[in-house]
DNA sequence: TATAAACCTTGACGTAGCGTCAATGTAAAT
DNA sequence: ATTTACATTGACGCTACGTCAAGGTTTATA
């Protein structure tokens, strides 16, 4: 079967001028051109209009998606099982929102206090889920399936010593904390120096460190029980413990 | 607790420069500009940023979000419900394009053949979605919610007057279409003066008319079972008809 | 306390991805 | 044969920022 320009933009719900669009920056080009000038489309552009579609709906800039699709390693039903691997996050991030908005709804009707910072869960991720679209796949096409780890890696930057100094704090933490709170002093030695090892651990995430974000990220240990479970498996008490180093450590106690 | 642009960005996963920009736009003025001229923003402009975020999630253009949230009307609460609507439907469709994805994998390892309207199962209603965003509320109003009828009024910007005739023309297409369906024509002039009196309808919603969107809108009264229900009042396989009908007025009866 | 780094401002240019329209030729319907 | 619908190229305009320069202010560090 053949299209002409509005056909094929009616078939897949997109304007004739985003076919024109395509054509002329060479994503999509015609199967041919007839005697009277007309773009004729047929079945294999068909196919490719669709996977230009995939990658559009999942945040893939054009320029990056000719690229991609240009290569002679590119696979067609490979990168249909990549828009699915992708599709499913992007429904995780959305269930993110639906449950941001709920929580959001339910706590306005009671009044009640939510964390600057949860207000945006599910929006904050969508800056990282683009910017793996973009790198994440150029990872994985080149080295094949990697972990998240590898690709966050990517995203922040990071050398190979960095990241490995990265995971040394982190460590590090963990181990002073189990000390620290043996103490049973927020304030002490040893807790703030667990408040001060983190704090150079953010600075691998962070562009910018500031003590209000810092003390808004340990109450967010103690709110979210993810990470309260991470801290509390030293030992129970650890996340609400910690929270308290950082507060002090920050000068923002209450 | 206040933020300045940076802070805030960080806080939303979005540049500051987007920051600068809605404060320029007058969709996110900050609380205060203290005595260096720094933008200071507190609670009050993160709920507002959040909304924002919630409408550009669901593809609200700018100048939208900033008409519907400077309505005296605006309710926060209802607001987020409906966003926590337009999530969930956004979800649907998601789930279609996973649902899409999935078959044309199995499809392109059998070999075997997919049609090609298939192949854009979940991307065409994108635009459809993004239409009823935009004025389907509206529709979604007539049979539901008085209270977001009124909102949604405001929005449109309408007279009483207009309203009246708004209302007058939907009560003559409905009538129109009774005795049109008796005809079992949908080519016929009953039919056809339905199909008219519905593009005028449209237009007291819709900025610019266009046979495609038109026909869109059709196809999606026989797809969402709220459509048809509410023309299938008539008689059953009304809605049917009225698409028919639509689809020869536009000229893009398949 | 001085300095460097980080952050702020305004102003301005540029871009991706189209939407819209004009002018003109071609195909399909009447 | 005529009208309507569809095609083309060319070109301007728009939304929503991204980027950068120049210069002032705040924060962290030595």
Redo the contacts with the bound molecule.
């Keep these: 079967m053949e ?7 009616q078939l897949a719900g ?12 060479g994503i999509l080009k ?1 199967a041919r ?7 004729i489309y047929g079945r294999a552009e068909v196919d490719r209009l669709q996977q230009i579609l995939f990658y ?1 709906e999942l945040g ?6 000719k690229k991609i699709m240009s290569s002679p390693a590119f696979d067609e039903v490979k990168a249909l099982s990549e828009h699915r691997e992708q599709l499913l996050a992007r429904r995780k991030q959305l269930d993110l929102l639906i449950r941001n908005v709920e929580k959001t709804i339910a706590q306005r009707k009671k009044g009640s206090i939510m964390m600057d910072k949860e207000k945006f869960e599910g929006f904050k991720r969508k800056l990282i889920e683009e910017n793996e679209q973009k790198y994440g796949q150029e990872i994985r096409a080149k080295y094949g399936e990697k972990t998240v780890e590898e690709s966050n890696r990517k995203f922040m930057s990071m050398t190979v010593e960095q990241h490995a100094e990265f995971t040394r704090l982190e460590k590090e933490i963990k181990e002073t904390l189990r000390a620290a709170v043996q103490t049973n002093d927020p304030a002490g030695e040893l807790a703030q120096k667990a408040a001060e090892l983190h704090r150079r651990w953010l600075g691998f995430c962070w ?5 209000e974000a810092h003390a808004g990220l340990a109450q967010m240990y103690v709110d979210d029980p993810r990470f309260t479970a991470y801290y509390d498996e030293i030992q129970p008490g650890t996340a609400e413990f910690f929270k308290d180093a950082i507060l002090i450590y920050t000068g923002l106690r209450e």
């Design positions: 299209y002409t320009v509005q056909k094929l933009s997109i304007s004739a001028r985003t076919i024109r669009y395509y054509d002329e920056i015609p051109i007839n005697s009277s000038g007309y773009r559009r893939v800039d054009l320029q990056s998606i562009n910018s460190y500031s003590k």
